[in-house]
């Protein structure tokens, strides 16, 4: 008994009349909610399944050292997949015509592609960053406006977590096509300083009071060597810059306390660190 076969009864056709509708629909009812009940026991099993299955395929992952982007992008698109294929077994069992279903799904196929360009794109750009590898789980990049440490590659966005713990998404079409900078990917980066000194104190003083400080400190890179010069002859300052070679991971430490030993050291040893004044020079008319 189907939906079919419900349409071409009528009471007259009937021998017994209104008794034997009575009974067709009867008989419908019970085999097609038996269908409907059978089809969402097969839903709920499905999705715990389905569950069970993306925590065991990321945990699977894990322990075969798959690579952190890789992880998130291969679990979101499994679980998107057998979702898909659990809706079209469930549609099968209440008797829904999947060809016909087909058909439609490729008849609207266009219309939502093209509604959907945007979205495709990410897509597409998911695929290229975890192809090309331009930034990875871990990285620290700017992009798009932002800059964070990426804490995951989704199939659609990528997501940066923000020094201050804010999560940023950003659509991965934007990254895949766009210009970032990525300062994790070298193994060593170069930090560099400005520091001016009053006109009348010592240069050579304070370059060798730099350079003891940058040699003391392990951090520092003696390859390739500290560069240590003269920049310019600012207006209310003598400018030396300072330009050290670290391991990536040092970049921020050594900077911060340079500041603060130079910071100290050249007041110990009687170096002024200026500031941008005005003399102004008052005249009486008589």
Known sequence: MNLDTIKDITVD???????????????????YGIKLIGAIVVLVIGLWVIGKLTRASRKMMTIRNVDPSLRSFLGSLISITMKILLVIIM???????????????????LAVGLALQGTLQNFAGGVIILLFKPFKVGDYIEAQGFSGTVSEIQIFNSLLTTPDNKVVFIPNGGLATGSLTNFSRMTTRRVDWVFGIAYGDDYAK?????????????RSLH?????????????????????????????????FELNEQVYRQFAHAGISIPFPQMDVHLIQKK
Do not use: C, H
């Open 13 to 31: 056709k009937l021998p017994g009349g209104m008794p034997d509708l009575t009974r067709y629909v009867t008989e419908f009812l019970v085999d």
């Open 223 to 255: 390859e390739p060597e500290p560069f240590i010069a003269l920049k310019e002859l600012a207006n209310s300052s003598v400018n030396i810059v300072v330009r050290v070679w670290v391991k990536t991971d040092d970049y921020w430490p050594l900077f």
């Open 206 to 218: 304070a370059k060798a009071l730099i350079l003891a400080i940058i040699q003391a400190d392990p």
């Open 91 to 109: 549609l099968s069992m209440v008797g829904v015509q999947m060809t016909s279903v087909i058909a439609i799904l490729g008849a609207a196929g």
